[in-house]
């Protein structure tokens, strides 16, 4: 079965760091790009970063300069480091899939997600 | 950035009818748009893809249209389980955006 499975949400003051992980499983992770996509409590979905097989990288202006997207395809994992974090930073983290059709990129499996809470 | 509209924000349907929900963007992304469905406290699902190709398993009651700058998701006939919440997004260029979400209700 294709899987993604997010972990390492938790509580964390403003100003400071977290890494969450997502451990894919069911299919070749090497062979596939990979997103991280976050939901403020009550509000949309925002894309927030993009990792390459190769690991090219992409990022929300929200995030860039603060968090770091990695992957080890050993590991089978994706990898957001958060520095600096801020309240807004408040939400659900979701790790997905990228597909390739017709020479673009669509998102096709889901984790079901990891809370990330920013608070004192 | 690309922006995405989706409209309306919310519906009000019931059970059986046909419903069209709209998404535009704010310069032409071809067809590289997706449509998810969201049920409360679960992950997105892909729905479509490419604006109009169908994720397998879906059912075929919903379908999209579209290219350039507007697109439509359609629901042929509603049922109770679709009342929920969609949103598109495109993937024509980083960063990728999502509209607001259209929040479908039971009248």
């Known amino acids: 079965e294709v899987q993604l499975v997010e972990s390492g949400g938790g509580l964390v003051q403003p100003g400071g760091s977290l890494r969450l992980s997502c451990a894919a499983s069911g299919f070749t992770f090497r062979d596939y790009s990979m997103n991280w996509v976050r939901q403020a409590p009550g509000k949309g979905l925002e894309w927030i970063s993009y990792?390459?097989?190769?690991?090219?990288?992409f990022y929300a202006d929200s995030v860039k300069g603060r968090f770091t997207n990695s992957r080890d395809n050993a590991k089978n994992s994706l990898y957001l480091q958060m520095n600096s974090l801020r309240a807004e930073d408040t939400a659900v983290y979701y790790c997905?899939?990228?597909?390739?059709?017709?020479?673009?990129?669509?998102?096709?499996?889901w984790g079901k997600g990891t809370t990330v809470t920013v608070s004192s | 950035d690309i922006q995405l509209t989706q409209s309306p924000s919310f519906l009000s349907a019931s059970v059986g009818d046909r419903v069209t929900i709209t998404c535009r963007a704010s310069q032409g992304i071809s067809s590289h748009l997706a449509w998810y469905q969201q049920k409360p406290g679960k992950a997105p699902k892909l729905l479509i893809y490419a604006a109009s190709t169908m994720q397998s398993g879906v059912p075929s009651r919903f379908s999209g249209s579209g290219s350039g700058t507007e697109f439509t998701l359609t629901i042929s006939s509603l049922q109770p389980e679709d009342f929920v919440i969609y949103y598109c997004q495109q993937l024509n260029s980083y960063p990728y955006t999502f509209g607001q979400g259209t929040k479908l209700e039971i009248k």
């Open positions: 997905a899939r990228s597909f390739l059709y017709s020479y673009y990129y669509y998102m096709d499996v």
């Open positions: 990792i390459s097989s190769t690991s090219n990288i």
